[in-house]
């Protein structure tokens, strides 16, 4: 991407000058890890969006060649097309199968097997390789809150339109292929 001066954001908008809120980018959503994830950017007006975040991309899976789509994630991006944070939603939010944050990491596991080759799903693939651990401690974060929201009857809370984010984390690329690597930022 560096070699061709362009990032995700940009690849998923196509040229689009303009972003149009609630707009998915690319039309057809992306699809990679032998066709059981999907992915698709997109954004909201700026009064909706956290301060400095452009955009965000919305990830799912499904298990085996199933049609039931669930959402895993949501991916904030700045302006510069770097991720800023992973987030949560409720179901009612990317409507949907609601998948258990155990059958979520059996998907990614299998993402590290597959081969798609495009460099917008290839990236795609890797940042959530890349996050994986954060992305598992987000997603056992939101069982558990629903649980807590709604101990007895858990599908109310997949319906109730006041509880939209369940877990949230900042995240930093740069830091954390640093820390992959075992090298120090320079500050």
């Known amino acids: 991407m560096g070699n061709q001066q362009t990032n995700s954001v940009l690849l ?3 040229g689009s000058k303009k ?9 057809t959503p992306y699809f990679f890890g032998n066709k059981h994830w999907r992915a698709y950017y997109h954004s909201h007006e700026a009064d909706n969006l956290p301060q400095a ?3 965000h991309y919305h990830f799912f899976t499904r298990a085996n ?3 039931e789509w669930s959402h895993v994630i949501a991916m904030g991006m700045d302006d510069y ?3 800023t944070r992973l987030f949560t939603t409720n179901l009612w939010v990317t409507d949907g199968k609601w998948f258990s944050a155990s059958q979520f990491m059996t998907q990614i596991a299998m993402l590290a097997n597959s081969q798609d080759g495009a460099l917008a799903t ?3 693939k890797y940042v959530l390789l890349l996050f994986q651990y954060e992305i598992s401690d987000l997603l056992i974060a939101r069982d558990n809150r629903v649980e807590r929201l709604f101990p007895r009857y858990q599908e109310q809370c997949f319906l109730d339109r006041s509880v ?4 949230e984390m900042k995240i930093n690329l740069n830091k954390q292929l ?3 690597f075992g090298l120090q930022q320079d500050r």
């Open 19 to 27: 972003i149009k809120p609630y707009q998915r980018y690319p039309e």
């Open 164 to 167: 939209y984010y369940l877990s």
């Open 65 to 67: 060649d199933g049609d």
């Open 12 to 14: 998923s908008l196509d």
């Open 81 to 83: 097309g770097q991720p």
């Open 53 to 55: 975040e452009h955009g």
């Open 178 to 180: 640093l820390d992959i």
């Open 122 to 124: 290839d990236w795609l």
